[in-house]
């Protein structure tokens, strides 16, 4: 017998990383929006990656006892890498992903989906520097990432005017054709992502978001800047 599934619109990735304390009520939460308050079908794929915690055996967990919810596990860490992988195969219309912390806003996932689903726009990207934007965020993240974004501007011409909100999504079709050029596999693979849609002249949306920090971060800021910094190089020769 032929199971055809049917056809889903969205794919919401959350990449999670050591997330045990919080994977579990922000993943519910995530499910009960995209059941309540969209008008798209939508499943939600939970990408671990060599989490040292509980995290795989809470996302397994749940992904058996609800339906809409997949649990995917990879060996090899980095969030770009994760991200890459989970949209690279999915059979929705529309890839998107968003960090576990729910820092943006859900409010903000119909406005970045809903262009892509009616084919106006090949890529989305939530933002914390638009005039609708709304933030509330720690002096030393803001600066550094405002150093970064002017840097980033002048090196590489981009236009874009947030590089890093972790809630981005495309048209499925495109980031197929693009994902295989985007080399980095951890944090600079959101810039590479953008700046190569830019560059090929895809169609790019900027929504913005609101945005409430979560202090508890994976991120190494320091290191991750230092490695920001040489994926701008090596963007800016490839040009
Ligand atoms: N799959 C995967 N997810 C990761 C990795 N590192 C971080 N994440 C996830 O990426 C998202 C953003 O991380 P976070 O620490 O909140 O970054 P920040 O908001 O920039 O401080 C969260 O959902 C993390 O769990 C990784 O190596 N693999
Ligand atoms: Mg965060």
Request: net charge negative; proline share 4%.
């Amino acid at each position: 017998m032929v199971h055809l599934s049917p056809h889903i619109d969205v794919e919401v990735v959350v990449p999670v990383y050591n997330e045990a304390a919080q994977v579990r009520a922000h993943v519910e939460r995530l499910r009960r929006w995209l059941d309540e308050a969209v008008a798209f079908t939508a499943e939600v794929t939970v990408v671990d990656n060599a989490s040292t915690d509980d995290t795989m055996a809470i996302v397994s967990d749940l992904a058996s006892s609800t339906p809409g919810i997949t649990a995917v596990h990879l060996e090899r860490k980095g969030r770009g890498g994760a991200i890459r992988q989970a949209w690279m195969r999915s059979d929705a219309t529309v890839v998107a992903y968003m960090d576990v912390d729910l820092s943006t806003d859900l409010a903000a996932l119909g406005p970045l989906v809903e262009p892509l689903l009616r084919d106006e726009h090949d890529l989305a990207v939530g933002s914390r520097r638009l005039p609708g934007s709304q933030v509330s965020r720690g002096a030393r993240r803001e600066l550094i990432s405002r150093g970064y974004l002017a840097i980033a501007h002048v090196a590489l011409g981009t236009r874009i005017t947030d590089l890093q909100c972790g809630f981005k999504a495309m048209r499925t079709k495109a980031a197929r054709d693009l994902l295989p050029e985007v080399a980095d596999d951890e944090w600079f693979f959101d810039t590479e992502l953008l700046v190569l849609a830019e560059r090929r002249g895809l169609r790019i949306t900027e929504v913005p978001v609101t945005w409430v920090d979560d202090p508890d971060t994976r991120v190494r800021v320091l290191s991750t800047a230092w490695k920001d910094l040489q994926g701008v190089e090596r963007l800016r020769r490839r040009r």
